[in-house]
């Protein structure tokens, strides 16, 4: 068998990989559309201010649309009002860090709240905003979480 024949014979094989992976993917994706999300931080920028305020607005819709996998809370928009997020102390190389305000869905409003356990690392030290958005991060993760689940979904 040439060279020639060879290079024919991959192109083919990697042509056929690539759409064995769009068909994958397109058959793997969600069939309803994320339900309409909108997130208030207006208590958290007065109380903490930016950029704690910025990085849950960015990630919050994120995380909820994420969580909630493209099921609609029983077809009604859903409003998350985030009141407070407190970054505990570390001790122990460990740290509680909370989430919490108030989730609308259909005009019925529920309190919602989160923890997360974070454990710190040496780049926290150098880094204390990126470390700060990451513990973040992780808190408005496990809010949405408990959100989604909270609904039922």
Aim: aromatic share 6%; net charge positive; with cysteine.
């Amino acid at each position: 068998m040439s060279k020639l024949e060879w290079a024919r014979r991959a192109a083919i094989a990697v042509c056929g990989a690539f759409v064995l992976v769009a068909v994958s993917t397109s058959a793997a994706a969600p069939t309803q559309s994320a339900p309409a999300v909108r997130v208030d931080v207006a208590p958290l920028r007065a109380s903490v201010g930016d950029p704690t305020a910025t990085w849950v607005e960015q990630e919050l819709p994120r995380q909820l649309a994420r969580a909630l996998s493209g099921r609609t809370p029983n077809g009604a928009p859903l409003v998350v009002r985030v009141d407070s997020v407190a970054l505990g102390a570390m001790k122990d190389g460990w740290a509680w860090d909370n989430i919490s305000g108030v989730a609308t869905v259909g005009g019925v409003e529920r309190p919602v709240r989160a923890t997360w356990r974070y454990q710190a690392n040496a780049i926290d030290q150098a880094l204390v905003v990126e470390g700060n958005h990451a513990r973040v991060s992780a808190v408005v993760q496990a809010l949405a979480f408990w959100i989604a689940r909270d609904l039922g979904s």
